[in-house]
């Protein structure tokens, strides 16, 4: 339910985060803790820069930018990179001052069962529904990336048993709670990595670094790194929608980049938040504006109304003292207000005619304004008709009630019924000359 337009941004903030914070490392400097610090350091970093891990991190960006994709599916550019330029360090330049990754720990942790005291207890569910929640928004993002590259669609329950499963037995091993990394999955898919199988080949890589192959990986450089993370960051960029957002709509364009630099600069949570939330009200807006359209208020007969002839001649021979309130399509809160805005000058007529013919779904809110409008034409002594109310909409306006404010003979199927009755009862003898006049057309 996430508009594409937050999607766009959340993903390009990411790719731009990405870009920024590997610029040291790809210089030879320590990775700034955030795009700020990272931001404010770049010029030190251009002054400073360290030249044989510059050279090796502009190496790494040639491979995976010139890499042939046709090779990469045989041989992943990334991972060609890293073995290129981690045995140039390692060969040619050992005694160079280039920042490592260095040792990893290895060996299998040890089992950890929780102590649970009554006191904690409810802080422990707080801050467990918070991380559970964080995690599984986190994740799904991450699979709405996912989707965006390969243009398919993930399973969210599956998505999130699964990292459940691991996140509790992970608990249970001293780990701390994971969730999707978005990183790791656009290098996985660029990859090639279409199916679970490269999840677990992902799992049995860091498994066997754990049991003593963490010796093989503690001589990469950082700066290799960091070039296969800013061609992963460049390509999670939505450049695409970026180009042309602001053709397609200004409004859009807006909710994107306001959710990239939400992103960049603020927290990747509250981004998505914010998006989601003015995209909606915006979508709402819109659809108000279509549902008020559709209330139409008709007190004489007009060519462009889709009245049968009978219905004009009616209304003509009323003398303007019918008013017809039509609504047509899902009438939301939104139509709410255009309906209580017709309320004003139902007591310039003496007949008021609801037709819900065309309305297939009945929002509370204007089921309210409904009830308020039937309540105060009843209490002004004018005669209120509801017609065509079926299915949904009558047992939401029977639930509140509304129908049993009017008696059986003013609850019709037919606009038709309604307006020959609303005739009757403001003058009998007009009715007649309009069947004649019917009877003389047809």
Request: contains cysteine; aromatic residues 4%; proline residues 5%.
């Amino acid at each position: 339910m996430i508009p594409y337009t937050v999607i766009s941004g959340f993903m390009s903030g990411i790719g731009a985060i990405i870009v920024l914070l590997q610029i040291g490392p790809l210089l030879g400097h320590q990775a700034s803790g955030n795009v700020l610090d990272s931001l404010s350091s770049l010029p030190d970093f251009l002054s400073n820069l360290n030249p044989t891990a510059t050279g090796l991190g502009l190496l790494t960006l040639a491979i995976v930018f010139l890499w042939p994709p046709m090779l990469t599916r045989v041989v992943p550019s990334p991972l060609l990179a890293l073995i290129v330029c981690t045995l140039i360090a390692v060969v040619l330049l050992p005694d160079s001052d280039l920042r490592l990754i260095g040792e990893i720990p290895t060996g299998l942790p040890t089992l950890r069962l929780p102590l649970i005291s009554p006191g904690e207890l409810k802080d422990m569910i707080g801050y467990g529904l918070m991380l559970a929640t964080l995690g599984s928004i986190d994740s799904l993002l991450t699979s709405l990336v996912a989707d965006n590259i390969t243009r398919t669609n993930h399973d969210s329950d599956r998505e999130l048993i699964g990292q459940g499963l691991g996140n509790l037995i992970a608990g249970f091993l001293g780990g701390l709670p994971g969730a999707g990394a978005t990183m790791r999955t656009v290098i996985n898919v660029q990859a090639g990595g279409k199916t679970p199988l490269s999840g677990i080949i992902h799992a049995l890589v860091l498994m066997a670094i754990v049991f003593g192959a963490g010796s093989l990986t503690a001589n990469i450089p950082h700066a290799v790194l960091a070039g296969i993370l800013i061609k992963v960051g460049i390509d999670i960029i939505d450049w695409g929608f970026l180009k042309r957002a602001h053709r397609i709509s200004l409004k859009a364009a807006a909710i994107m980049y306001g959710v990239m630099f939400l992103t960049v600069f603020v927290d990747l949570i509250a981004a998505v938040a914010v998006g989601v939330f003015v995209a909606n009200i915006l979508t709402i807006t819109t659809l108000s504006d279509i549902q008020a359209d559709k209330v139409k208020a008709i007190d004489a007969p007009t060519d462009e109304m889709s009245l049968n002839y009978e219905e004009k001649e009616i209304l003509k021979l009323a003398g303007g003292r019918i008013l017809l309130l039509r609504l047509g399509g899902p009438m939301s809160f939104g139509a709410a207000k255009s309906i209580s805005k017709r309320m004003a000058i139902v007591e310039n007529y003496e007949v008021l005619i609801l037709d819900l013919s065309e309305v297939p779904w009945l929002g509370v809110t204007a089921s309210l304004a409904i009830e308020t409008m039937v309540k105060e034409a009843s209490e002004r002594r004018r005669e209120v008709f509801i017609v065509g109310a079926t299915g949904k909409v009558k047992a939401r306006l029977q639930r509140l009630e509304v129908m049993d404010m009017l008696p059986l003979r003013n609850r019709l199927n037919h606009r038709l019924e309604a307006l020959r009755q609303a005739i009757i009862l403001l003058d009998g003898h007009l009715i007649k000359a309009a069947s004649s006049s019917t009877a003389g057309k047809e």
